[in-house]
């Protein structure tokens, strides 16, 4: 093994350009900006600088140089969350050859997440190792580096999740005249995603306005490819996920000078299945602009900026007494500390002219005029909250403001002010008249505030609610006819006619603080208010909902009034009394289908963790399970449906029926979905299969342990695994990944009254990352036993649907575990099967037969008979016999049948010769023919339909007959399939034959329909007989696998002694050489009639890859072990099993030689008494 | 394959029993290792019991047995006889 090594890296080094240039270096500098600051993100980037005229290569590169490596050996703790590359140059080298290239100078940004413990100043280390490149050749150079990067005070606020970062500026220097390009980068917390736009479904896309630019006109906006997500049948949200850029682009102003600034704000909507939230802030941006080469053409060109000015423009310039607008703000009236201030602003318009509502550019159709921003300039510690605008005039998409207005908006004054202060303001407005606009311009005002120290927290809530009310009751414009108004689901819209209405019921106000455009809040309605328990409880609550998303003055104020945090999110649930204060809420921390239980307890005002017991009281409408159907210990009883109690870290889950209504004698399957999350490093969670062999994993258990009337079919069925070998511990372990579903049948029986059904049970199991494994035990310490179960409701109604059952593919079984059967994907096995069937089309029994087959299509076509359907029924044919010979393999093994026969040893034996027969055959020693009379009849029978006339009739009997006659090449590979599936599940033999004749089949019909298809495939001739070789060259390796199994299984202990691995890895290797060998030409066989002077590329190709092969399975020969697909289908080594001690170095020996008493403790004990010898124990197994 | 120093201690200073947990046709071993190890148990185990079968030293997993050098090994056998030796006296 070294020496091959040693060899290659020798070969390498031969062709490796000379790198005499030792000054060729990379450099490598960290750049630290800022301070780390404790439980937030810290970015540190890195900046490399490649020497001129060389590049670098992106992580992804797909094209064939090494991307920059860089390790990280010290962190100091803090913890890589992400990192983020440069766009890439994409260099093409050749047709779908491309290399990603980086250089001369990049920055790659890493993002740390600070530990809330990190202080002082820390040292972060790494080394990098980068491939640079020029068009001569490319060079190494590494090297290591470090970061200081200062821990910044605790003190700081925290800033809640999901962050939003606006990364604005201009791609390059524009001249004036010309265009200019702005990219507005958003990146959000990983996880989250924003919308797209024109996007259909209910998510938000993201408002951008600009408040200020400097002249700018834009001229084009353009928003990246969203990811189209169908949540619904016709429900689709169209996302970005963590990150997008927006394009636009200007028209810059020929009088441009030296630097155009750019300013605006944003407000986004960024959601996870959780919930969604709102951010916005503001962004500036600054174009550096060169003059254009000659002025006086600039001039004349006459299609600029002046002349568009409106009449307005002239009477501006530098009389700024005769503004057109006039700004002045003033306060309310004095307020206390800690309260709220309202600001009115007056604006006043001359007549005949108009300025632009604030969202004039944050809705649709988006308003081409700037709107009005206000900005503070001094805040005297006055917090902006909400801002209140008139109802805008739309005029075309634009939302006018003329005459008199007045914005309200409202400041949180802090608990601390006091005295009198004065505010500053900036309106920043376009104003325009019919003809044409004004350069936006600042407006200041200013305003004083008196402030009254605070009183004590009650008063000052009281306070507040005052103040909330007075200006509801002043905000209250839309038409008083919406009063009564409620939505889909009984919600009314108008808050305070709600708050009165509870007043006069005598109720509690329930609030459903959602957004128009927030997907959770959707699925809360769907899935969590329908159910009848939480219908019921909410008949106690006057309901009214609030969204936090749409232009409505009230909602804004309510939302901003009473959402929990400065950052919260929707869907917030608020119980209040009719004072409007808020007993109790519930935010949105969990996903919808987990909720109802919680939903439940926060309607009760129960603890969710008690609310159990609360059910046993009797208070509740629920129905008790039906008796005798659990015994007391049973678990849990009565409950909602979910996941009791709740297991969040490692994945998310999910127990419902495949439908929501279901007919009395039907069929029903329940889902138990687990959706398994990443750990930390982003690595999956994984679950274990049942049936794994390893003796190490605590697999996945369901115990159903009740139901309501249902009555369960069958046991819970496991989709399939993926098979993990751990080659550190020799074991072999098979994983569930990704979303598992584990489905289990129950009938609903025939007589079973109409009303809501329960299932229920408990999950047994461990999630697991490469690191180790958590049980699964309930959260809260209270619950009964720790343990883990699921509810699952399903309505049982005459007008339910039929049986819907889901099927997966349940997990195939391989006996000992190490018989090393293999076990791809279901999928991929199709696959192969498809491709094999439409590789012996290429075979010498088939070939040639193909132009007479379409031949016989087009004569048939030319009598008046549809090809199509003539080809149709001929290729049905074809696919019928096989299949149905796959029918009949899977009827012979029977359901239990499939799953034993991977460990019979006489079975494989029977395979193993098999294979042989067919190698023999594909060799030419002899050929494999069906029996002559049954060919005969299918022929005579064709004949007749023809002279009848029966055309189609004809087809299907030819379909048959060839099926026949190609058996010589089709059996065998047929045959090999049949084998491998029938090792497998049970309808795996009949699905590998409807893809392998389907294989065979498709192309026929292809050909059928388009004949000059036929000139395209290859000619007829000795490579046929080639093909033939090399699949009898494998049919020898898989029986020897087979043979190995064989004997593997008549033995007890683990592995075959005589066809052992090293027997399978030879037989390999020389089947392999012989391929090769055979491939170049160095041998011929019996059948093949030509010599072979020159070796066609595809021959060549193949011949290398078997040959390569072949060296590939030597080093096994002295122990080395692969990779885990081929060591799943490798038998594993001949037992050293027993006691794997470490290896000390010195003489190996055999632990099985050492004087064991083999599973014979007493007799152990026995002879320690005699001997005076303690006793050494050693568990262990032959697995 | 086993170093020379747990090689002799193995072949001179103990009784070697081995418990093959997963025999189909004995279920003895099984009964012992849950005796010894609790139900939830993943081999291998090692243990060094004296003559009445009381348990002197264990290797049970989480110890990374696989990766143990021979002179931890051969430690952990040394504690077992000494341990078995002090009983004695």
Redesign the interface.
Known sequence: MQYVGFALVALLALFSPVANAQDLKVKVEPIVEGKAAPGQEYTLKLKFTVPDGYHAYHKDNPGVSSPVKVTWKDTAGLKLAKETWPEPKKTKIDEDWFEWELGPVFEIAYHFNVPTEAKGTLLLKGSHDTQFCNDEGCLQSEGDFEAKVEVGTAGAAKEELPKVTLAAKFAEPAVAGGQAKLTLAFTFTAGFHAYHKDNPGFGEAPAISFTKLGGLKLAKEEWPEPTKKQYDEDWVEWEYKDAFTLTYTYDVPKDAKDSIDVAGQYHIQVCDDNGCHIRKSEFKATLAVKPAGDTGERRGSGNGFGPSLPKAYGQLAGDSDDRKLKVSAAFAGPVKAGTEAELRIEFEVAAGYKTYHRDNHSKEPIGISVPTTLNWPALSGLQPTTDIWPEPVDNEGEWELKGKFVVVQKFQVPLDASGEITLQGVAHAQICDAEGCLPPDDFAFTASLVIEPAEDAATTTETRETDSTSTAAASAEPAAADRTARDEHGFYLDFDYALEQARKEGKQLLVDFNGRSCVPCRKMEKQVFPLPEVKQLMDDFVIVSVQNDIQDARYNELWAKYKPSATAGVPYYAIMDHDAKVLRGIGSTLPAEERAHEFVAFLKGTDPVKSDEQKTTGETSLPKPAPGSSDASDWPQGLLPGMYPRVSQGFDFEARFSTDKIKPGAEVTLELRFKLKNNEEGYPYHLHHPKTPSSFAVPLEILLKGAEGLKPVGEPQFPAWTEHYDEDLDDMNYYLLGEVVVVQKYLVPADLKPGKYRAWGQIKGQFCDSAGCISFEAEEPEAVDRQVGFVASIEVAADGSDSTVTVIEPGTETGSGTSGKEKTGLLLFLLIAFGAGMITLLTPCVLPVLPLTIGFFVGQAEKGKSSLLTAFIYCTCIVASFTAFGLITTLALGATGAQDIATNGYVNIFLALMFTVFALSFLGLFELRVPAFMTAWFTKKQMTAQKEGHGYAKAFFSGAAFSLISFSCTGPIAGTFLAQAATGSVWQPTLAMLAFSSGMALPIFIMGQFPSVMKKMPKSGGWMNAMKVVFGFIEIGLAIMYLSAAEQSFRSIQAAEWVNRYMVLAVWAAVSFASALYLFGFFRMPHDHEDTKQIGVIRGMFAVIFLSFGLYMLPGLFGARYGAILEGILPPPPAEGGIQLAVGGGEKRDAHDLPWHKNELEAGLKASKESGKPVFIDFTGYN | ???????SR??N???????????KN?N??KE??VK??GA??????????????RE?ERLV?PTN???????E?ADF?DR??K??ANA?K
């Open positions: 394959m086993v170093s020379d120093a747990v090689w193995l072949e200073d103990f009784v070697l029993v081995s418990q093959y947990t997963d025999d004995d003895r071993p012992n290792v010894y190890a939830e148990f993943a081999v291998p185990i090692y243990i060094i019991v004296d003559s009445e079968g002197l997993p047995i696989a990766n143990l050098s021979s002179k090994f056998l077992g006889k341990k078995f004695a």
